[in-house]
């Protein structure tokens, strides 16, 4: 087993105990191994959260400065790079968004209020679902096939 | 930093989903159908986008979709910074990242707002 | 010198008698110092693998009275009935209590506490939080008696030797694990609630913790160990491992079956009448082992030994789900067996242990200051056979009453001198220090242990035939002389997991011992003691509770009186 | 029952001897139907008797023998050896100091354990003579997983989060002081919440799940750690509008 670098303190008790005991290693499978890695990449994304939340705005503030601004932007949107990055940011952040619908149900209590909560496949059933209209229905909305 | 918690983390977990649902739609058909050239240019075109973005549904939207997500995407990155052992600059490294979204987040309601002239 | 720390009543186990006792204690008075010394963190104590329930009067069609008669003809005449009413006006009290502390109780759709049939009791009283009793009742106290400031905690200190001078106990000698060093421990009462001791038999429910500790502590101070003899026999442990599928099984409605498939409870005469699956532990297990001798068992391909079945399939997965969750884990993961779909294999095992440390009514003992509750004590509520749920009451009945009473009697005790405890701690320390690391005559502790489980076995099982129980005592007698040839390995003072082990097959042989010795003694047939040479009961000569008391070249039997009260011995029929 | 030789790999550590943990490796006969622990206690009772490692109850329910078997958090009773290959390394559970060989320090978890204030907080105490609550079996849904908890603490063992905060209450004493505020009886709410907003408490939490995914009890601690986040958001709210009760 390799271990990372040991974290001195963690788990430390607050009165010294009567013995010397060896520091604690880190989760043996941390970062590359077990479900660390999906978990970390979950994290990353939100670096895809901000950076397209930016772009947005970018593209609203453009939108501000009257059509001349707003063709510019679209037009950069052409840029090789950018067209990497979305369809990167796409797939990152379509993943994101399902793993944490698939983990949602474990969140919520027994009762919502007066209701039981129903089962978990029907909440990620109903979520995915949302998820999916809300993309359809505004990809076809947006992209003018529902004007 | 600590009593906003609450605080930060409600718009976190707004921005998680809300960001979530919202943003592949403006990068599925802005930013790449746009990007690709597959989106009809009509459709995305300055007028008819102005017109919908300055509908009041539609500006809410936009609000939403600009602003949250960064809170959402902030805590993420300040933990995963934490999750590498960066827990004694937290304080720095997190009001950073809070504080672009701060900044954002302003950036973006005044970018809306200006649409309304 | 050994260290030294000094509190006002020093409790030995934090299972649900030691707690109990603890926070009776504070409450009792505020400001008093508590020690509470366990060898494993009081969370781990063998309380938590109780699953069905604890019983107490709480539904309108029951009385006090039915419980007292109950558990009265249960104990085949042989508990104390003046124990028995204190006990069963305390016990609704008791599970109450723990319903404020936050016990999660099962409850019924009116929001009261559910209560489920247990075997040889009336009615449903038998008060469940599905079927983890022991482990929520233990959590609840643990984390309740946190509250409590006064209760210093020793985790992972093994007590070796009780402090006792001028008849008066006042202490303990402990070996703290973590740093290998004898510690005094001392106060002006000492209460032992450590436990029973069913390691001492090889196929057991009981956990590795439980090796009878303060039964052979108070034991070789001289206080006697009572009803030994009473060990009771599960009906239903999981094969090969011992585990135990709790008769809430059966209180919710499960059968047993034999290979052919029979409901034999119901179709033969058993002596269970038609209470059946409900009837005590004691008959139903000799039923069993009579279903395998009359070769109606169930042979397990690969595994030695036959079994029944525990047939739970007509309840169906929602009760079962509902009611006994951890049943279905248990089998799933230690049977490979799903209750849902199939029958579990199930045999009788050794659970409990009626006898212990004698106290009276208030948890008190021979030695001043001494007292004693829980499993490692025989206050004698269960005499020959207890009823499924009424001990983890007991912890709690008279943990408390013993933790009262050790507030009053030090309130009225001058204490003494300390040079002589410290003295004989310091011995104790000496002792351990000498064992540790050992070279002695070559035995081991897995060997001893190994024919200790194997005598006991064959000495006091189910049946107990006069000859093997004879051969049993002159075979313990022989182990106690090999244990002083032991050898060990580790010289380790941090955590030194081999040292405790020699420790505790120490008092798992003075416990041997007693239980053998009272065996031989009883010749007669009561409650879980079945003697086929002497097929009944015998109230004319046997109605009495039998004590064994350590001498240095073997045990002394002796006797003391049962007290009756409203009920008359009868025969014990259901 | 077929028998088979599998190598147990076993971290062991003396610490008047060594100065860090080392490895050291058994090749033992083992039976399928074992559990991991079970190969530990055949090494300790006929191979190597100074092996130290906790366990007692055998069933999964004393919470004693967690420990990380290849990598992994497992309750090593519970943990089936023919889920393994021939080689098992058996460790220590990580993010926690190590007393000896396999058996870690519990007094870090004490202090955090004890630290959510894991009883009932009522105003009134009631006396025995009063009677039980009424609960409905709804209100005893509300906590009963977040009960279940065995303190195996083998999600402080999987969480990233515990690594590297040292303050950090996690998941299991977290879980059960939701539990407790979720409990219909209790009123001590307000005094947890504070504690739970408190550095390390809740927040410091980033939704790793992995506690919930070694969990061997069910018990969902993330569950429990984000549903305390949401109530704290709401109290917050409710905050501005009705004034907190001071807590005594
Ligand atoms: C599997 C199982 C299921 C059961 N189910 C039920 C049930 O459904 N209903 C019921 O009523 N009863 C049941 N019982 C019986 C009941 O659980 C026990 O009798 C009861 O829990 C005993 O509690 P206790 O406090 O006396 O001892 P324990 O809980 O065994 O605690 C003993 C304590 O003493 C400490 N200790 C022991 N020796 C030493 C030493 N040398 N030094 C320091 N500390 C020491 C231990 O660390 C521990 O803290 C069951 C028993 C088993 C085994
Ligand atoms: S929450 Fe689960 S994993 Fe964590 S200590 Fe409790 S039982 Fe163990
Ligand atoms: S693994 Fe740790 S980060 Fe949170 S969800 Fe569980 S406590
Ligand atoms: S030995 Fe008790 S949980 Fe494994």
Known sequence: MTHAVPRVDAMKPS????????????????????????????????????????????????????????????????????LVYHVAAFLGLTWFVLRLFRLFPATQPYRIGPLKRPPDAVLVAGLYGLFFTVLAVGTLFLGGAML | MLKLEPVIWGLFSGGMMIGGILLPVYILVVALGGGFGVVDGQALGYDRVFALATNPIGSLVLVAAAALPLWGGAHHLRHLWIDFGGLKSDGLVGGLFYGAALVGSVYAVLAVLRLHG | MVDVTRHDVVIVGGGAAGLRAAIAVSEARPGISIALVSKVYPMRSHTVSAEGGAAAVARSDDTLEMHAYDTVKGSDFLGDQDVIQYFVEEAPKELTRLEHWGCPWSRNDDGTVATRAFGGMTTKRTWFATDKVGFHMLHTLFQTSMKYGDIERYDEHFVTKLLVDGGACRGVAALDMRTGQVKAVLGKAVILATGGG???????????????????????????????????????????????????????????????????????????????????????????????????????????????????????????????????ELSRTYANVDPVHEPIPIRPVLHYMMGGVDTDIDGATEIDGLYAAGETACVSLNGANRLGSNSLTECLVFGARAGAHAVQYIAGSSGGEEGPLLRQAEDEAGRVEALRGQQGGGEKITKLRESMNDIMERGTGVYREQASMAKANTEIAELKGRYEQLSLDDPSKVFNTEIIAALELRNMIDVAESVALAALHRKESRGAHACPDFPTRNDGEYLHHSLVYYGPTGPRFDKKDVTLGVWEPEERKY | MSEVKKTIVVTRFDPDKDEVPKTQSYEIPVQDDWKVLEALNYI??????????????????????????????????????????????????????????????????????????????????????????????????????????????????????VSNEPDFLGPAALA?????????????????????????????????????????????????????????????AKSFVVPRRKSS
């Open chain 1, 15 to 82: 009165k010294p105990g009567p013995t010397r005991t060896a520091p604690p290693r880190p989760p043996d499978k941390f970062p590359g191994g077990g479900r660390y890695p999906a978990y970390l990449a979950f994290g990353a994304c939100g670096a895809f959260l901000m950076i397209s939340a930016s772009l947005l705005t970018r593209g609203i503030w453009a939108l501000g400065n009257g059509e001349a601004a707003w063709d510019a932007y679209r037009a950069g949107l052409g840029h090789p790079a950018y």
């Open chain 3, 198 to 328: 069913g390691k001492v038999w090889p196929f057991t429910t009981n956990g590795n913790i439980k090796t009878g500790d303060g039964m052979a502590l108070a034991y070789r101070e001289g206080i006697a160990l009572k009803d030994m003899e009473f060990v009771q026999y599960h009906p239903t442990g999981l094969p090969g491992t011992g585990i135990l599928i709790t008769e809430a099984t059966r209180g919710e409605g499960g059968y047993l079956l034999n290979s052919e498939g029979e409901r034999f409870l119901t179709t033969r005469d058993y002596g269970v009448g038609t209470k059946a699956e409900l009837g005590p532990r004691d008959m139903i297990s000799r039923a069993i082992m009579q279903e395998i001798a009359a070769g109606r068992g169930i042979k397990i391909p690969g595994k030695i030994g036959e079994y029944a079945h525990l047939d739970l399939r007509h309840l169906g997965e929602e009760k079962i789900m509902a009611r006994i969750p951890f049943v279905r």
């Open chain 4, 44 to 161: 300790k009772d006929n191979v190597d008797p100074t092996l130290s490692h906790r366990w007692s109850c055998r069933m999964a329910v004393c919470g004693s023998c967690g420990m990380n078997v290849n990598g992994e958090p497992k309750l090593t009773c519970k943990d089936p050896i023919s889920s393994y290959g021939d080689t098992i390394e058996v460790a220590p559970l990580a993010n926690f100091p190590v007393v000896r060989d396999l058996v870690v320090e519990l007094e870090g978890f004490m202090d955090k354990f004890k630290a959510v204030k894991p009883w009932i907080i009522a105003a009134k105490e009631r006396a025995a003579e009063e009677g039980t609550h009424r609960q409905s079996p709804d209100e005893l849904a509300d906590f009963k997983s977040f009960s279940m908890c065995i303190n195996c603490m083998l999600c402080y063992s999987a969480c990233p989060v």
């Open chain 4, 176 to 236: 059960l002081g939701h539990r407790y505020n979720q409990d219909s009886r209790d009123e001590g709410a307000d005094e947890r919440n504070e504690i739970f907003r408190d550095e390390g408490g809740i927040f410091s939490c980033s939704y790793a799940n992995e506690c919930t995914e070694v969990c061997p009890k069910g018990v969902n601690p993330s569950g429990a750690i984000q549903q305390a986040k949401l109530n704290n958001v709401v109290d917050w």
